[in-house]
């Protein structure tokens, strides 16, 4: 393992929705209380920032 302390992993990693993984979709589809359509269409207009993402399912 790397001693390396960059901006890579799991700080990273959670600012990003990945649309293209189920259960990331399912995570969030739960804590906003949303359906996973409204999840995917909000990454598609917002991007996979997920504060991008969840400040546009708050305005709907």
């Known amino acids: 393992m790397s001693d390396e302390k960059t901006a890579r992993g ?3 990693d959670r600012r990003l929705v ?3 993984q189920e259960h990331e979709i399912r ?3 739960k804590k906003m ?10 990454v598609r207009s917002e991007g996979n920032s ?4 969840e400040r546009k ?3 709907e």
């Open 27 to 29: 995570y969030e589809a």
């Open 57 to 59: 399912l708050d305005d």
């Open 33 to 42: 209380d949303v359906s996973r359509d409204e999840i995917r269409n909000a």
């Open 10 to 12: 799991r700080a990273q």
């Open 50 to 53: 997920r504060a991008k993402v």
């Open 18 to 20: 990945a649309s293209g």
